[in-house]
Each structure stands twice: as C-alpha cells, then as structure tokens.
Nanobody, 114 residues
Framework: QVQLVESGGGLVQPGGSLRLSCAASGNIKRIEIMGWYRQAPGKQREMVAHIYSGDYKTYGEFVKGRFTISRDNAENMLYLQMNNLKPDDTAVYYC????????WGQGTQVTVSS
C-alpha cells in the first residue's frame, strides 16, 4: 500500500503562483510513475503532469509551460510548481502514484480568483 497526502492548495489571485506538495509513504519502492491530476466542478478529472523513473516528464496541453512537476526521492515528496495561474485552473488537485497498484491522495483545493 502507498499513502499520499497533498498540501499547498489555497486561494490565489490570477497571475499568482502556488506550490503543491505530495508526501508519499508506505511501499514506495514499487512506485514507477507519479503524477498530478485535477478535477473542476462538473468536469472530468484530467491529467496535469506525470513524472517517470529517470525523471522524464509529461504535461497536459493546457499547462503551456506554466507548471513544473518535480520529485525529491530522498524525502519521498512530489511537487507541482504552478505559475501564472488562471481562473480556469480552479480545481481539486490530486496526487497519483502507479506501481504495484494505483494510488490517489485525498486532494487539495486550488482556487484562482480576484
């Protein structure tokens, strides 16, 4: 089992920045892929970013260079640096881990509003 706990969400003005964190614990040696997803009210959950073993990264098309995914293997942490946030980025952001199972965190709310 893997446990994931997100933090760092909140209210930010358009154009602002936030850094989300995801703390992983449990059987983390089997994790091969980690990622961030988001779900806005009334919309399907969508992929924001993935990071693979070897540090290969992929991003959703809407990111357009504004977000950066990273990980600290020594601290078992996953991060999402989000810059130039827009109101359309308002959503619950979830951390996901794949490897030996499919694991999700409980989510953290990000609200972009003036």
């Amino acid at each position: 089992q893997v446990q994931l706990v997100e933090s760092g969400g909140g209210l930010v003005q358009p154009g602002g920045s936030l850094r989300l964190s995801c703390a992983a614990s449990g059987n983390i040696k089997r994790i091969e892929i980690m990622g961030w997803y988001r779900q806005a009210p009334g919309k399907q959950r969508e992929m924001v970013a993935h990071i693979y073993s070897g540090d290969y990264k992929t991003y959703g098309e809407f990111v357009k260079g504004r977000f950066t995914i990273s990980r600290d293997n020594a601290e078992n942490m996953l991060y999402l640096q989000m810059n130039n946030l827009k109101p359309d980025d308002t959503a619950v952001y979830y951390c996901r881990a794949l490897g030996g199972g499919d694991y999700w965190g409980q989510g953290t709310q990000v609200t972009v509003s003036s």
